[in-house]
């Protein structure tokens, strides 16, 4: 008999984030560098968004 469709989903999801973490575990300082450059887009957008905000709501 075949797999119900939400057990073979998190097979599935399972295997994904299998793969992935492997990859991470294989690739540790090109995951690092995907998370650090993550992170400066996400304070750059931020501090920009900020300050439009501030100069729009200024005067």
Do not use: E
Request: with cysteine.
């Amino acid at each position: 008999m075949h797999a119900s469709r939400p057990r073979r989903l998190a097979q599935h999801l399972r295997r994904t984030t299998t793969h992935a973490a492997n990859w991470a575990t294989a690739n540790r300082r090109v995951a690092l560098g995907h998370v650090l450059r993550g992170a400066c887009y996400g304070t750059g957008t931020g501090l920009v968004s900020l300050t439009i905000y501030w100069i729009q709501h200024r005067g």
